[in-house]
């Protein structure tokens, strides 16, 4: 596959959320706001692109029977050098992204393109699954986010969207509020491939 | 069993050549990031009690002697209470004048329910414990009468009596301390 496929297989194709339904956890979490959701999305794709990088680098020292422990040390280490290097240079982008970092280690698309993707391919096509990946996280992580906050709050990147009128579902904002929107926004997917 | 021993070795490796760069890093950022700490800390002091100079004091709790920046007289004292909420630690950071009246706080840590408890951190919550003292503090739920009282937040009466009971506490001991050490001036 080309450099361009690898890119675009991510946004819609094998969306990380909505075809591959990875990374549950920090998508209930972080999709109860635009803003989180984006913070969330282009905090995971810079990891994800820096961890296919070094697991495509590695792969052939890596045996085979412990490379999933590896990758768990790789990308915790890798991780928190992030969050220390944030915290220490540049404070102002850490405050707003800091609080999804340890959210990012838990995030199993990162374990899961490494061990899908970045072990067998090249650092080129890594980078490029890793670009289109991130992005179509962030992307499906914004549009769970805009239908949860302007639902439960009346409100999109905090600005008011909803008349004042409008009482805010606040089920939206909960768990099972994610778990609804999620349900029905992949149907929704199945449906236009179906047609397709 | 050599091969056991061999793939034990090798994941030995990259752990400690993880905890190397890792070991590294922090020594290289620690310093910095308490720097930034202590900064933004001294930064939210500020905004609370303006154009003062402060003292740090470790007592019962740990607080902060607010004294005007010229006259040097005492504008009050600044703290951060911390209690448990729904789910998980409140951290509220609160100034009050020389007689413990609240002049303003701010909910600086939370975790709670999105939507309910999270409105704690607005500044409508905030305003209505400004000018507010220690007796005042009780939730309207726990019986505490308008205007008199910290009218509970829709869906979040714990959230409330996490910052409400938190402050009193504090505010209290605070009382101790001062009038025990003769410092209230």
Known sequence: MSFISELTKGIIKENPIFVIVLGMCPTLATSTSVSNALGMGMAATFVLVCSNIFISLIKNVTP??????????VIAAFVSIVDMSMAAYLPALHKSLGLFIPLIVVNCIILGRAEAFANKNNVINSIADGIGMGLGFTLALTVVATIREVLGNGTWLNIKVMPSTYDPMLITLLAPGAFITLGFLMALMNMIKEKK | MKMFLKLGLTLLAFCMVATALLAYVNSLTKPKIEAIKIKEAQEAREMLIPDAEFEEVHGAIDYYIARDKTTKALKGYTFTAEKAGYSGAVKTMAAVDSSLTIINIKVVQQTETPGLG?????????????????????????????????????????????VTNALKEYIDILSQEINGKGEAK
């Open chain 1, 64 to 73: 085979d029977k412990i490379r999933i422990p590896v990758y768990v040390v």
């Open chain 2, 118 to 162: 999270t409105n704690s951190t607005k500044p409508e919550f905030a305003a209505q414990f400004s000018g507010k003292n220690a007796s005042q503090l009780i939730v309207d739920k726990d019986g505490g009468v308008a205007p008199n009282c910290i009218k509970a937040l829709t869906g979040a009466t714990i959230t409330t009596r996490a």
